[in-house]
């Protein structure tokens, strides 16, 4: 008598087993985006590059080129914090950021350090890997706010 009333039970304990790992849902791309940024300190790094791009412009606008160099300096630390935290989850982000880095603003980077004055070739250089970083960059920063990471 007791082996029948245990079968049903422990029937019943095997298909909840069963059901709940057919139940499993993959995390959305959203939540591991999110989860990605929050785990990379990435609004951190992201608020880090914000203010460099804003100290370099108001450098440039004062004419305060050992102002400017030294912005790039830390600008150049903080883009190699978001570098770091790559492969995010979603390849274009990935892609966008990667090749911002390393394609246009890490030599840009350097060639703002090397400059010895505004006309410079190198600073001339350093404007235009700028600009095209930045475009590159904020596509990858308008997928991220997609997904709702600021």
């Keep these: 008598m007791v082996r029948s009333r245990l079968l049903p039970i422990a029937g019943v304990a095997v298909l909840s087993i069963v059901l ?7 995390t959305s791309m959203r939540t591991r985006v999110q989860q990605w940024a929050t785990d990379q300190s990435y609004g951190e790094a ?3 590059v914000t203010e460099d791009l804003a100290g370099i412009a108001t450098g440039i606008r004062l004419g305060d080129l050992r ?3 030294t ?3 830390g600008f150049n630390t903080d883009i190699d914090q978001i570098y770091s935290s790559l492969p995010a989850p979603d390849g274009s982000v990935t892609n966008d950021l990667n090749l911002a880095i390393t394609k246009y ?4 980077a350097q060639d ?3 400059s010895k004055s505004f006309d410079s070739a190198k600073f001339k250089g350093f404007q235009r890997d700028l ?7 904020d596509r990858a920063e308008s997928i991220l706010h997609g997904y709702g990471v600021a």
């Design 112 to 114: 703002c350090y090397d």
């Design 71 to 73: 912005d790039c300096i």
């Design 105 to 108: 603003w890490a030599v840009g």
């Design 20 to 26: 709940s790992a057919c139940s499993h849902t993959p």
């Design 131 to 137: 600009k095209s970083g930045k475009a590159i960059y």
């Design 67 to 69: 102002g400017v160099r």
């Design 46 to 48: 992201e608020a880090n």
